[in-house]
T-cell receptor, first 111, second 116 residues
């Protein structure tokens, strides 16, 4: 079973920041937070991951609360091509533990 | 760099028939995964290979599903015989390995299977 909770859907206006929440209240100390997204009719795409510090790459920023029980994925300037299902996953890094996908959250970016 | 290739992209069969899917991972990637994604759900891991050995096949319905990766490169997933509930998208993914900073999974476009 997935260890995270996400709202089922969210809308965002094009050009605005999209803040995607994720709750992981039972996260263990050695578990990382991973984000993937899946655009319609494509396979999932890796976005970013982090342990406790905030992370940023060319796609997004990841903000993890100090108690690590929740996180927010930020797309700073959402475009129509960011419309997708976003998956928040927690797992241990560097082991054989599998990725367990929940139902994710559908983000719709509106013009 | 070429991505993960899968074929066919679509397949329609009748129940009790057999079907096979093919996957060619990113060059040099040691770890290969097959996922099943039923409509409205997230992908579910069926089997994981490390080179040509099976690491995890705990969720593979072994009475009808089989997979192989004989030379540690490309892989095939077979269903025989197919059931209606096997209708899904079958995704292949690969990663450089399973160690630290090697495990980002790159997914192919998937094969959409419809069993009638």
């Amino acid at each position: 079973d997935a260890k995270t909770t996400q709202p089922p859907s969210m809308d965002c206006a094009e050009g605005r920041a999209a803040n995607l929440p994720c709750n992981h209240s039972t996260i263990s100390g050695n578990e990382y937070v991973y984000w993937y997204r899946q655009i319609h009719s494509q396979g999932p795409q890796y976005i970013i991951h982090g342990l406790k510090n905030n992370e940023t790459n060319e796609m997004a920023s990841l903000i993890i609360t100090e108690d690590r029980k929740s996180s927010t994925l930020i797309l700073p300037h959402a475009t129509l091509r960011d419309t997708a299902v976003y998956y928040c996953i927690v797992r241990v890094q560097g082991g054989s533990e599998k990725l367990v996908f929940g139902k994710g959250m559908k983000l719709t970016v509106n013009p | 760099e070429a991505g993960v290739a899968q074929s066919p992209r679509y397949k329609i069969i009748e129940k009790r028939q057999s079907v096979a899917f093919w996957c060619n991972p990113i060059s040099g990637h040691a770890t290969l995964y097959w996922y099943q994604q039923i409509l409205g759900q997230g992908p579910k891991l069926l089997i994981q290979f490390q080179n040509n050995g099976v690491v995890d096949d705990s969720q593979l319905p072994k009475d009808r599903f089989s997979a192989e990766r004989l030379k540690g490169v490309d892989s095939t997933l077979k269903i025989q015989p197919a059931k209606l509930e096997d209708s899904a998208v079958y995704l292949c993914a690969s990663s450089a390995g399973t160690g630290y900073n090697q495990e980002t999974q790159y997914f192919g476009p998937g094969t959409r299977l419809l069993v009638l």
